[in-house]
């Protein structure tokens, strides 16, 4: 998968999901890179 698709990705489940933790859970990773990953699109 493409790293911005994947970013994009995450933004949206961020978006739904209300928080980080959550989308973490969800995408089964740590917290620090969800939030990583929902900063740097932001950033785009």
């Known amino acids: 998968m493409h790293l ?5 990705q995450l933004v949206c489940a961020g ?3 209300g928080s980080t933790s ?11 890179v969800a939030r990583r ?7 785009e």
């Open 4 to 8: 911005v698709k994947a970013r994009e």
């Open 15 to 17: 978006h739904e999901l």
């Open 22 to 32: 959550a989308t973490a859970r969800t995408w089964r990773t740590v917290h620090p």
């Open 37 to 43: 990953g929902m900063v740097r699109y932001q950033a």
